[in-house]
């Protein structure tokens, strides 16, 4: 029951952590996209299929949120252009794009198809697999996901977009993420704040990590896809070399939660079991468990890192290159320096909260227990 009426209290803590952060919140009025595109987005369901012939289809469309909402529009979906032929059945979620052109013309276009149920669903089956598992503490960690999100949509993306240093802005926003969070996962004890300790640290240090070796391997953060689109449409003032390495720190921290928050409950186990037990034979024992942490943390890395960028690689696999002149194109070289950087990161970890978590968790206990014995006496 303690270990409950201890997690309740995180979300007070939240909530005020919270108000504040909107207090001082940057006002967001940067956009993102200019204004030259007028579409207007409709979400739509297929009605019927009017006509079809080979990849062309007319479509009878059915507009639930928009302009047009409970109109059905016939659409003609021409997909010889596109490199995927989308045939569509009756009942399908789609985004309508609406656009007026000169002299009152009317353009209607099929965008997308509508996810948005199966991602809810999804994100429902998720939540339920969290509380079944975990129960209480799970509602802890959903909170504390909320809460993150919170923080990297309303302060630190729009801070960035204001123009703010994003590695500097990064690493503030994890400084708020990583409190609120640790605390309301994993309760309010002293460990929890020897991981938040030790977790803030280890970004410090990966912050300059990141700075000094992007600097050194002229990263310009324009090499990927996303942040080209970035660059043509705001007003030119986003750092991108910073964005770079703010997704280097901000990729890091979950894993940093498992890290440090495991090494310093081994300690705690540790002194618990053995109450006279030296500084020296805790670390050492506590970090015999960081290695084995250590060794299955760089094999997740590798596989994450790897699986996430499959397409990317098979790239690669055109024999008629170089591997030199392939680690030299600047979208790879930036994922191999973004991982190397991060596992660096997480592996110093290790060390750090060990330290932190053997000063203070073995003073604290030993101090009571000789009270104790006083009494005795």
């Known amino acids: 029951m303690k270990a409950k009426f201890k997690n309740y209290l995180a979300f007070p803590l939240l909530l005020i952590i919270t108000m504040f952060f909107f207090w001082i919140w940057p006002s967001g009025n940067a956009s993102i996209t ?41 659409i003609e979906n021409d997909d010889t252009m596109l490199v995927e032929s989308r045939i569509f059945d009756v009942g399908d979620k789609v985004m309508v794009a609406y656009s007026k052109m000169t002299y009152g013309l009317e353009n209607f276009y099929i965008a997308e198809y509508d996810r948005t149920a199966t991602i809810y669903w999804l994100f429902g089956l998720f939540i339920l697999v969290v509380l079944l598992v975990a129960s209480w503490q799970g509602i802890g960690s959903i909170i504390g996901m909320f809460f993150s999100f919170l923080v990297l949509f309303k302060f630190v993306l729009p801070r960035i977009l204001e123009g703010a240093d994003p590695l500097g802005t990064a690493i503030l926003g994890s400084m708020i993420i990583i409190p609120a969070t640790f605390y309301s996962s994993h309760g309010f004890e002293r460990k929890t704040t020897v991981a938040v300790v030790g977790t803030v640290l280890t970004l410090i240090i990966t912050g300059f990590l990141a700075t000094f070796f992007a600097n050194w391997g002229h990263l310009s953060g324009l090499a990927s896809e996303e942040a080209s689109f970035l660059k043509l449409d705001t007003a030119q003032n986003i750092n991108f070399k910073g964005l770079v390495l703010a997704g280097m720190i901000i990729s890091i921290l979950g894993i940093l939660d498992d890290i440090t928050i495991s090494q310093a409950s081994v300690i705690q186990q540790l002194k618990n079991v053995k109450e006279k037990i030296s500084f020296t034979e805790l670390f050492s024992r506590a970090m015999k468990v960081g290695h084995d942490h250590i060794a299955s943390m760089v094999n997740t890395l590798i596989l994450v890192y790897t699986g996430a960028s499959l397409p990317l690689l098979l790239l690669f696999m055109d024999r008629s290159k170089q591997f030199s002149e392939v680690m030299n194109y600047e979208f790879l070289s930036e994922e191999i320096i973004r991982t190397l950087v991060g596992s660096i990161g997480l592996i110093l970890a290790v060390p750090i909260t060990t330290l932190l978590a053997a000063i203070v968790l073995s003073k604290s206990s030993s101090k009571e227990k000789h009270h104790h014995h006083h009494h005795h006496h």
């Open 34 to 74: 200019g204004n030259n595109d007028d579409a207007e987005m409709m979400m739509g369901e297929i009605s019927e299929i009017v006509d079809e012939n080979g990849e062309m289809q007319t479509l009878a469309v059915k507009i639930n949120k928009g302009s047009f909402k409970d109109k059905t529009i016939t």
